[in-house]
């Protein structure tokens, strides 16, 4: 297929489903994260050079929590997206085929 591009939506629909365990995974690690850093506290401490460093970290930290947070949600979309996309393909093809008729290949 020259200029164009081709998709197997029978991968593509397997490899979707896989999105969902992965969404679970990721949610179960920012869970189990968000416990240890819960209880770790303030590991920099409290003095001058520990305040200094919470100044710079705690913000960008608290963003990349608030990111780990949304993965789960955001692979599980990706999953539903894919999928949608394979079974889009897939119908697409059925129905050029039927256009096409039964002779088109010979």
């Known amino acids: 297929?020259?200029?164009g591009f081709e998709v197997?939506?029978?991968?593509?629909?397997d490899k979707a489903s896989e999105f969902g365990g992965l969404a679970e995974r990721a949610e179960r690690i920012t869970a189990a994260?968000?416990?240890?850093?819960?209880?770790?506290g303030a590991p920099w401490g409290d003095d001058t050079v520990g305040r200094?460093?919470?100044?710079v970290?705690?913000?960008p930290a608290a963003e990349t929590a608030g990111r780990c947070a949304g993965l789960g949600a955001g692979l599980d979309g990706l999953g539903d997206a894919l999928t949608a996309a394979a079974a889009r393909y897939a119908d697409g093809d059925s129905a050029a085929a039927r256009r096409?008729?039964?002779d088109a290949g010979s």
């Open 1 to 3: 297929m020259s200029g």
């Open 8 to 13: 197997d939506a029978e991968r593509l629909g």
């Open 33 to 40: 994260l968000r416990t240890a850093l819960a209880g770790s």
């Open 52 to 55: 200094s460093f919470a100044a």
């Open 57 to 59: 970290h705690e913000g």
């Open 100 to 102: 096409l008729g039964p």
